[in-house]
């Protein structure tokens, strides 16, 4: 476990998350390479397919990767990803 960098980043949804929004929650963050690739796209539906057991926990997951938030739209309504897609398209964090 480790703390994540203070960060500001869109959603898919061009709405900006700070890491203050996650402070005090249980945080699965993932970086993953680019939308809609092979690997990248059976890493988001592994944990898609498992998502109710994170939610039930009360873990918020998050998915991070250089891609803007137009592509986040397409990946994430094509694999029906029910959790938040950040864009760090400057790899700051």
């Not at 890493?43 to 803007?68: H, P, Q, W």
Request: net charge neutral.
């Amino acid at each position: 476990m480790r703390k994540a960098p203070e960060f500001t980043l869109p959603d898919q949804s061009g709405l900006n998350y700070t890491s203050k929004d996650f402070r005090r929650k249980w945080t699965l963050v993932y970086f993953y390479p680019k939308d809609d690739t092979p690997g990248c796209t059976k890493e988001a539906c592994m944990i898609r397919d498992v998502y109710n057991d994170f939610e039930t926990e009360g873990i918020v997951v998050l998915g991070v990767s250089k891609d803007s938030p137009e592509s986040h739209v397409k990946f994430k309504e094509k694999y029906q990803l029910p959790f938040i897609l950040l864009s760090d398209m400057n790899k700051s964090v």
